[in-house]
């Protein structure tokens, strides 16, 4: 069963710093594309950031391009999300998600969520 | 940047079957997907690559894409149904982008 944990959220001030993490289990991590979508409370899902399956390349939506940065480990099945220079409007449920097989346009799985709140 | 416009909600009748529609220009050169979500939980691929569903999906749900629209039928909707649904395509200049989601209520 595929599995997609996220952890590393909470409450942090306007100008802080935040790194989420999603550990994968139940599939061959290295073999799928990933990415974190949020979803701000009351609102839709919004793509944030995208990995290839090998790291070597990397997209961002604009809002975040210049602050925040993904990678992964495919050592330790795990994603990664360093947020920098957060602002309010980065306050939202940060999701992981997985692509789909051989293919990059969907997502098949997605985690549990991890809520990252932005205020002083 | 590129837009997907969904209507924010619609109602249905249990057993009746409900269409919920996703616009954006040329939408039809590009694959759409579906995803519904129940409040409190995550996101769930019900539609892929316009057409096709992922094991244990319901044959109830189905999608088509055509033109500038991009359409999710539920047939024989059920009260279980009643969830936010989003459409999403990748777009070469903006990358992965959603719907604005609808609400669907099953009354």
């Known amino acids: 069963e595929v599995q997609l944990v996220e952890s590393g959220g909470g409450l942090v001030q306007p100008g802080g710093s935040l790194r989420l993490s999603c550990a994968a289990s139940g599939f061959t991590f290295s073999d799928y594309c990933m990415s974190w979508v949020r979803q701000a409370p009351g609102e839709g899902l919004e793509w944030v950031a995208y990995i290839k399956q090998d790291g070597s390349e990397k997209y961002y939506v604009d809002s975040v391009k210049g602050r925040f940065t993904i990678s992964r480990d495919n050592a330790k099945n795990s994603l990664y999300l360093q947020m920098n220079s957060l602002t309010a409007g980065d306050t939202a449920v940060y999701y992981c998600a997985r692509h789909g097989d051989k293919t990059e346009d969907y997502f098949d799985s997605w985690g549990q969520g991890n809520l990252v709140t932005v205020s002083s | 940047s590129y837009e997907l416009t969904q209507p924010p909600s619609m109602s249905v009748s249990p057993g009746q079957t409900a269409s919920i529609t996703c616009s954006g220009d040329?939408?039809?050169?590009?694959?759409a997907s579906w995803y519904h979500q129940k409040p409190g939980q995550s996101p769930v691929l019900v539609i892929y690559?316009?057409?096709k569903r992922p094991s244990g999906i319901p044959e109830r749900f189905s999608g088509s894409n055509s033109g500038n629209t991009a359409t999710l039928t539920i047939s024989g909707t059920q009260v279980l149904d009643e969830a936010d649904y989003y459409c999403q395509a990748w777009d070469s200049s903006t990358g992965w982008v959603f719907g604005g989601g609808t609400k669907l209520t099953v009354l």
């Open positions: 040329k939408l039809g050169d590009k694959y």
């Open positions: 690559q316009d057409t």
